[in-house]
């Protein structure tokens, strides 16, 4: 019920446009790569996959979490244009629950994001390279790893845009945040637990699988907690 | 009204939008990983106080400035549009391409503020390695200002762009969202022959090329057919967007 009323929300922002936009640019970036550059990359050793995401990885994460910031700015801001958001306040229902409709989404939106791009590196992967039985296996893999490593960040620009009014205090310090996780080396392991930074982490080769799914976890739990702490005291004050 | 009235009004408007402080927040962000870093300047080709200079202004430029600046255009095309302020405008006995430029110009401004901090940044962190280190990493202000002073114009290009795409483009997740994926290829742009017909990787190419021969000389990027380039497409974008500006509202009443 109340996803579809979200979804119904978005509808004129143009949220599914951006999505499916940026999901196809983000697939065409290792396609395009490849295409260009194929000679760089066939002679290295390594899984397919390694070689492709090590190689594409960090710009398509990039993609997706500048996509993501914007969205979830922008589906909290179509609420405060207007004052829309106090007539949701008046309505029988619990403030958080906004935030979770929004959330599953935003959730929707960014699973069919990374369907496409792992369909662009799956095309990648039997066009230039022999393709074993185990890719698609390793594929959903490597994609639900960076699904999971993809909520903790998606949460964070949601906290951010419902704490701000106006749209460009949320962008503004989300735009901050994600040029602080840009410049935050991957290999060290307590600064790439900030959320933003851990969509640009990869499964091939990475030795703190297990310690990252956990950190996303309890940054999830958190975030929510955060949120709904956030919302209480917001309503006491307002 | 005169220009300089408008402008005046302008400022007036955003005086309450805490834009300053969150591009304040920006840069002391930025400058903090280069400050606990230093010490690896000390391996550069160049010389540390040079690499010091070059590193910063990477982190700052490549990423920070170009996406606060799309921040700016949101917060001057939101602030007129909520309670329909732009409908009150558009009433005025102003034209509506003046209108435009004034917005511009605070752009600008805004853009040219951020620089500074951002110079005055450096100037204090440089101040905080050299006591750290014991190694003198500034280095002359002169110089400094001159190479801030070129990135900045450098910059004008890629903010024109922005902010046509803000004025031609109403819904925002589109002219935020293609601001902020434009931003993303610039890293490979600037290793390509045909970096100058893309201007958001300008200041980024102009900070860069100062790893050229070993030491930074950033004005001798060559100028043809750059600046022409360059030129062309910053009127382009201003002359559209002074021509697109508050039609959609117009056509909405």
């Given at each position: 019920?109340?996803?579809?009323?979200?979804?119904?929300?978005t509808?004129r922002t143009g949220?599914?446009?951006?999505?499916?936009?940026?999901g196809?640019l983000?697939?065409?970036?290792?396609?395009?790569?490849?295409?260009?550059?194929?000679?760089?990359y066939?002679?290295?050793?390594?899984?397919?996959?390694?070689?492709?995401l090590?190689a594409n990885?960090?710009?398509?994460?990039?993609?997706?979490?500048?996509?993501?910031?914007?969205?979830?700015?922008m589906?909290?801001?179509t609420?405060?244009?207007?004052?829309?958001?106090?007539?949701?306040?008046?309505?029988?229902?619990?403030?958080s629950?906004?935030?979770?409709?929004?959330?599953l989404?935003?959730?929707?939106?960014?699973?069919?994001?990374?369907?496409?791009?792992?369909g662009?590196?799956?095309?990648?992967?039997?066009?230039?390279f022999q393709?074993?039985?185990?890719?698609?296996?390793d594929?959903l893999?490597?994609?639900?790893?960076?699904?999971?490593?993809?909520?903790?960040g998606?949460?964070?620009?949601l906290?951010?845009?419902?704490?701000?009014?106006?749209?460009?205090?949320?962008?503004?310090?989300g735009?901050v945040?994600?040029?602080?996780?840009?410049?935050?080396?991957?290999d060290?392991?307590?600064?790439?637990?900030f959320?933003?930074?851990?969509?640009?982490?990869?499964?091939e080769?990475?030795?703190?699988?297990?310690?990252?799914?956990?950190?996303?976890?309890?940054?999830?739990?958190?975030?929510?907690l955060?949120?709904?702490?956030?919302?209480?005291?917001?309503?006491?004050?307002? | 009204?005169?220009?300089l009235s408008?402008?005046?009004?302008?400022?007036?408007?955003?005086r309450?939008?805490?834009?300053?402080l969150?591009?304040?927040?920006?840069?002391?962000?930025?400058?903090?990983?280069?400050?606990?870093?230093?010490?690896?300047?000390?391996?550069?080709?160049?010389s540390?106080?040079?690499?010091?200079?070059?590193q910063?202004?990477?982190?700052?430029?490549?990423f920070?400035?170009?996406?606060?600046?799309?921040?700016?255009?949101?917060?001057?095309?939101?602030?007129?549009?909520?309670?329909?302020?732009?409908?009150?405008m558009?009433?005025?006995?102003?034209?509506t391409?003046t209108?435009c430029?004034?917005?511009f110009?605070?752009?600008?401004l805004?853009?040219?503020?951020?620089?500074l901090?951002?110079?005055a940044?450096?100037?204090?962190?440089?101040?905080?390695?050299?006591?750290?280190?014991?190694?003198?990493f500034?280095?002359?202000?002169?110089?400094?200002?001159?190479?801030?002073?070129?990135?900045?114009?450098?910059?004008?290009?890629?903010?024109a762009?922005f902010?046509?795409?803000?004025?031609?483009i109403?819904?925002?997740?589109?002219?935020?969202g293609?601001?902020?994926?434009s931003?993303?290829?610039?890293?490979?742009?600037?290793?390509?022959?045909?970096?100058?017909?893309?201007?958001m990787?300008?200041p980024?190419?102009?900070?860069?090329?100062?790893?050229?021969?070993g030491?930074?000389?950033i004005?001798?990027?060559?100028t043809f057919?750059?600046?022409?380039?360059?030129?062309?497409i910053t009127?382009?974008c201003f002359i559209?967007?002074?021509?697109?500006?508050g039609?959609?509202?117009?056509?909405?009443?």
């Amino acid at each position: 019920m109340s996803i579809a009323l979200e979804y119904k929300k978005t509808k004129r922002t143009g949220l599914l446009a951006a999505f499916l936009g940026g999901g196809i640019l983000a697939a065409l970036l290792p396609i395009l790569n490849m295409a260009v550059r194929s000679e760089l990359y066939l002679d290295l050793s390594g899984s397919p996959l390694g070689i492709l995401l090590n190689a594409n990885w960090k710009m398509m994460a990039m993609l997706n979490i500048l996509l993501i910031l914007t969205g979830a700015c922008m589906i909290y801001y179509t609420e405060y244009a207007e004052n829309a958001i106090q007539r949701m306040n008046t309505l029988p229902i619990r403030e958080s629950n906004l935030f979770f409709g929004k959330f599953l989404v935003l959730v929707v939106l960014s699973i069919f994001m990374l369907a496409m791009e792992a369909g662009g590196i799956a095309f990648c992967c039997l066009h230039w390279f022999q393709a074993t039985s185990e890719l698609y296996l390793d594929l959903l893999k490597n994609f639900g790893y960076f699904f999971l490593l993809l909520l903790p960040g998606m949460l964070l620009a949601l906290l951010i845009g419902s704490a701000c009014k106006n749209m460009w205090i949320s962008l503004g310090v989300g735009v901050v945040c994600i040029s602080v996780a840009t410049m935050i080396p991957t290999d060290n392991f307590v600064l790439s637990l900030f959320p933003f930074s851990l969509p640009f982490q990869i499964l091939e080769g990475s030795d703190r699988i297990i310690d990252f799914v956990i950190a996303a976890i309890i940054e999830i739990v958190l975030i929510v907690l955060a949120e709904e702490i956030f919302l209480k005291v917001r309503r006491l004050f307002a | 009204m005169k220009f300089l009235s408008l402008i005046g009004v302008e400022l007036q408007k955003i005086r309450r939008s805490k834009i300053l402080l969150i591009l304040f927040l920006a840069t002391i962000i930025t400058w903090l990983p280069s400050i606990l870093h230093a010490d690896m300047s000390f391996n550069a080709i160049v010389s540390p106080e040079e690499d010091f200079f070059i590193q910063g202004f990477m982190a700052v430029v490549w990423f920070m400035f170009p996406a606060t600046m799309i921040v700016n255009t949101v917060l001057l095309s939101q602030t007129e549009r909520t309670n329909r302020g732009i409908l009150k405008m558009l009433t005025l006995p102003v034209r509506t391409g003046t209108l435009c430029a004034a917005k511009f110009i605070i752009l600008l401004l805004i853009a040219a503020l951020q620089m500074l901090m951002t110079t005055a940044m450096y100037f204090i962190s440089a101040a905080i390695v050299t006591q750290i280190h014991n190694y003198k990493f500034m280095l002359s202000p002169l110089f400094v200002l001159k190479e801030v002073g070129i990135i900045y114009l450098s910059s004008i290009p890629m903010i024109a762009v922005f902010w046509m795409l803000s004025v031609f483009i109403q819904t925002p997740i589109f002219s935020i969202g293609t601001g902020l994926v434009s931003i993303v290829p610039s890293v490979l742009m600037i290793n390509t022959k045909a970096w100058f017909i893309y201007p958001m990787c300008y200041p980024f190419y102009v900070i860069t090329s100062g790893y050229g021969d070993g030491s930074i000389s950033i004005s001798e990027i060559e100028t043809f057919p750059w600046l022409p380039v360059a030129a062309a497409i910053t009127l382009f974008c201003f002359i559209i967007s002074c021509l697109r500006f508050g039609r959609a509202e117009r056509r909405s009443i």
